[in-house]
């Protein structure tokens, strides 16, 4: 199972793993937190029918472990031919809930495999002190991957600070995800214990979580207590193109509370070729532009996640970047071009929103 906060680079590390597997088959159930699934679509295209989407929801609240055995069984027949299944979970998911939902599990093909948590080093101290149950979540991992060291002030402190916090679990230094494959298929739990997650400290979990929904209505001060539970996401769409300086003005005023956007920008006449990937997670900002496929609907499809913002706001702000004129202004796509990726590895210009992340 793959695990990590919003924007640690999970589907980064996936699709590195999907093109470097070494002739390993590989399956994903990939779960974003938003009605159009994103992630999903960026892992899809490299699995086919291999990939399971579930989107608008955190997999370890929307689905029980009676239907996610309905996934994996779908992936794991005989006549799908995949050696190894890797579950995406959203970043703002519970860890200990999926892992209890797999061991759950009636399929008696799957074997669980262990918990890989992706940590991103340039936002670490940042999302601890947001988010203090990230030490908790490090704690249960069997292999902890450190990545976006390359965006790191001190890139030797976070993966001492990590080995401090994530026990007998491996710790393995990365940039962009790269990481060896067989290093995470090769990740097994020891007999007795689920990584680092005992079969009593589940049972203990489950009992926390009956208590809490006793005393606290339905979902309970345990599910309250989830990361998802403090943030909202906004789902945007248009069939109409985005102008590229309203974009712009949009991503560099958001607010505070906005800490992922991600998705496909369709900028019209600015760009007839391509479509905009985008990934934005707290000052960081990219832009990766992509052939059209052909055929392929021309949209924009742009997921938001944050806590505290305004989503009628928001989307009112997003409608205004539509823009239909058929004739593009020649200096329109600067802005844009100034956070696009260039073959060296740098962009165009140093990112004024701060540090990367």
Not at 171 to 184: K, S
Not at 190 to 197: A, F, T
Not at 226 to 237: N, P
């Amino acid at each position: 199972m793959l695990a990590g906060f919003l924007g640690s680079g999970k589907t980064t590390l996936l699709n590195h793993l999907l093109h470097r597997s070494g002739g390993s088959r590989i399956g994903a159930v990939v779960n974003d937190f938003g009605a159009i699934e994103i992630d999903a679509m960026a892992v899809a295209g490299a699995l086919g029918d291999s990939t399971v989407s579930l989107g608008n929801g955190c997999l370890c609240c929307a689905v029980d472990a009676g239907e996610l055995d309905l996934y994996l069984e779908r992936l794991a027949r005989p006549d799908a031919g995949i050696d190894v299944i890797v579950i995406e979970a959203s970043g703002l998911a519970e860890p200990q809930e999926i892992v209890r939902m797999v061991l759950a599990s009636e399929e008696p093909r799957v074997v669980y495999g262990g918990l890989v948590e992706v940590v991103d080093a340039a936002e670490f101290d940042a999302t601890r002190e947001r988010h203090p149950e990230i030490d908790r979540h490090l704690a249960l991992a069997d292999l902890v991957v450190v990545n976006k060291l390359d965006r790191a002030d001190d890139a030797d402190r976070v993966p001492e600070l990590v080995r401090s916090l994530a026990g007998d679990a491996a710790v393995v230094p990365a940039t962009y995800g790269r990481v060896d494959p067989e290093l995470l298929f090769d990740c097994r739990p020891r007999e007795e214990r689920i990584g680092q997650l005992s079969f009593d400290d589940l049972h203990v979990h489950a009992e926390d979580d009956a208590e809490g929904a006793e005393h606290g209505g339905e979902s309970g001060p345990g599910h309250a207590g989830h990361l998802h539970a403090a943030y909202d996401t906004l789902s945007f769409a248009s069939e109409v193109p985005l102008d590229p300086r309203r974009l712009m003005e949009f991503l560099d005023s958001r607010p505070e509370g906005l800490y992922r956007v991600k998705g496909y920008v369709d900028f019209g006449p600015h760009d007839h070729g391509n479509r905009y990937a985008v990934h934005a997670v707290g000052r960081f900002l990219r832009f990766y532009p992509e052939p059209w496929a052909p055929g392929e609907p021309r949209l924009t499809q742009l997921v938001l996640i944050g806590t505290g913002i305004d989503c009628a706001a928001l989307d009112k702000a997003l409608e205004a970047c539509r823009d239909d004129a058929p004739h593009a202004d020649e200096h329109g796509m600067w802005g844009v071009l100034r956070y696009v990726q260039q073959p060296d590895g740098q962009a165009e210009e140093a990112d004024p929103l701060g540090p990367d992340v």
